[in-house]
């Protein structure tokens, strides 16, 4: 298996990622002390063994040191959470960000004009994450519509007997929600046609249905 080290990581795309795919709103909103976000993240980076095998995503291989660049390079509000939730939801959105990266590289977008534009004019956003930025926000484009956003708005309409605030002033929360939901599926249609594989603390791979971020793969 060919591995390939994965590097070039920014706030920008990263933070974007893992702020939409899993993390409930109310966690996302959640505030605490800045010594206890460092004491976490400190906690968290701790557990992880930056040379042992995480997961594979296809021939890529995903280590310890990866998870924790990824939990570096978060926002301090997602470094507000205990150890073992960062180190998870960590494992989950790096090889989230492998699967985007694979798909914008099969389409190319290495030379998209919107891409190498991002890279000129930002000099600290890596080539890799702009074809990630990029890839994802036009599928989130493409999945949350002013369509879906009135659809959802109808259905919470008809299932509460509130009566709900008008649409504009709930919009930017059921987006929130829509691309929450559009980044998991955009996971799930990607992770279909490519083989993922996490491994055990002893280096070994796990049986499927098992608890990939489990304790003991720290």
Do not use: C, W
Not at 193 to 199: R, T
Request: charged share 25%.
């Amino acid at each position: 298996m060919t591995s390939k080290t994965l590097l070039h990581r920014t706030t920008v795309g990263i933070a974007m990622i893992a702020t939409l795919a899993t993390t409930p709103l109310a966690a996302q909103e959640s505030g605490s002390s800045g010594s206890s976000e460092s004491q976490t993240q400190a906690d968290a980076t701790q557990l992880i063994n930056p040379d042992q095998r995480i997961a594979s995503v296809g021939e890529t291989e995903i280590i310890g040191s990866d998870v924790s660049e990824f939990i570096d390079s978060l926002p301090p509000r997602m470094r507000q959470q205990p150890p073992q939730v960062l180190i998870s939801m960590a494992v989950q959105q790096t090889v989230l960000r492998e699967l985007l990266l694979q798909e914008a590289e099969a389409q190319n977008l290495g030379e998209d004009p919107e891409v190498q534009s991002i890279v000129e004019q930002s000099a600290d956003v890596a080539r890799e994450d702009a074809m990630v930025q990029v890839y994802l926000v036009r599928e989130l484009e493409n999945r949350v519509t002013d369509e879906a956003v009135q659809q959802t708005y109808d259905e919470i309409a008809e299932q509460t007997e509130e009566e709900l605030p008008p649409l504009e002033d709930i919009r930017l929360q059921i987006e929130q929600q829509l691309q929450q939901q559009a980044v998991q599926g955009v996971q799930q249609d990607l992770a279909a046609d490519v083989e993922i594989v996490f491994y055990g603390p002893d280096g070994e791979p796990m049986e499927a249905g098992s608890d990939e971020m489990s304790s003991d793969n720290q």
